[in-house]
Antibody, heavy 119, light 112 residues
Framework: EVQLVESGGGVVQPGGSLRFSCAAS????????MYWVRQAPGKGLEYVSG????????YYANSVKGRCTISRDSSRNTVYLQMGSLRVEDTALYYC????????????WGKGTTVTVSS | DVVMTQSPLFLPVNLGQPASITCRSS???????????LTWFQQRPGQSPRRLIY???NRDSGVPDRFSGSGSGTDFTLKISRVEAEDVGVYYC?????????FGQGTRLEIK
């Protein structure tokens, strides 16, 4: 069964940092690019970051550029998102998703991990 | 950046009736390879998004044929021929032709 399982969310103070993980299973991880997409409470979807299948290319939304690092470990079939200088507006459910072709968007999504940034 | 605008934002529909959602982009979604990259997602209450349609009109595996997509350039439409109870949720369009990818605001479909 194709599966993506996110972890690493939590409650953090403004200015803090978190590292999310997304464990993939049931498909050839190295053949897929991976996305992180977030959804603030009661709001729509927002692309956050993406990484190519071999990890050579990374992309970031303007809203997180300079504060985020995406990486992947093919030996662990896991993709990571390190976020720093967290702001209240980063509060959201963070989804991991797999992408065979960048342009058509994700075909499999995880259930997400929740981040709350609050003092 | 490309801005995606959906309408309506709220769509009450009777069971068995058709439904239509429009998505308009601020730029033409034709990639340098000539393909048009407009994708539709469904998010049922409490669930993760699910891709329904990619490249304007291609249904994903397992998606009922009552869902169809059409359009070109900057104007796109998702149609449901006969709405069923399981179709309740929020529908998003997404463009992937131009960087960065962008989602529409979402259209909430409810049963009247």
């Amino acid at each position: 069964e194709v599966q993506l399982v996110e972890s690493g969310g939590g409650v953090v103070q403004p200015g803090g940092s978190l590292r999310f993980s997304c464990a993939a299973s049931g498909f050839p991880f190295s053949s897929y690019a991976m996305y992180w997409v977030r959804q603030a409470p009661g709001k729509g979807l927002e692309y956050v970051s993406g990484i190519s299948s071999n990890g050579d290319t990374t992309y970031y939304a303007n809203s997180v550029k300079g504060r985020c690092t995406i990486s992947r470990d093919s030996s662990r079939n896991t993709v990571y998102l390190q976020m720093g200088s967290l702001r209240v507006e980063d509060t959201a459910l963070y989804y991991c998703a797999r992408v065979l072709q960048w342009e058509v968007g994700p075909d499999v999504w995880g259930k997400g991990t929740t981040v709350t940034v609050s003092s | 950046d490309v801005v995606m605008t959906q309408s309506p934002l709220f769509l009450p529909v009777n069971l068995g009736q058709p439904a239509s959602i429009t998505c308009r982009s601020s730029q033409r979604l034709v990639h340098s390879n000539g393909n048009t990259y407009l994708t539709w997602f469904q998010q049922r209450p409490g669930q993760s998004p699910r891709r329904l349609i990619y490249e304007v009109s291609n249904r994903d595996s397992g998606v009922p044929d009552r869902f169809s997509g059409s359009g070109s350039g900057t104007d796109f439409t998702l149609k449901i021929s006969r709405v069923e109870a399981e179709d309740v949720g929020v529908y998003y369009c997404m463009q992937g032709a131009l960087w960065p990818p962008a989602f529409g605001q979402g259209t909430r479909l409810e049963i009247k």
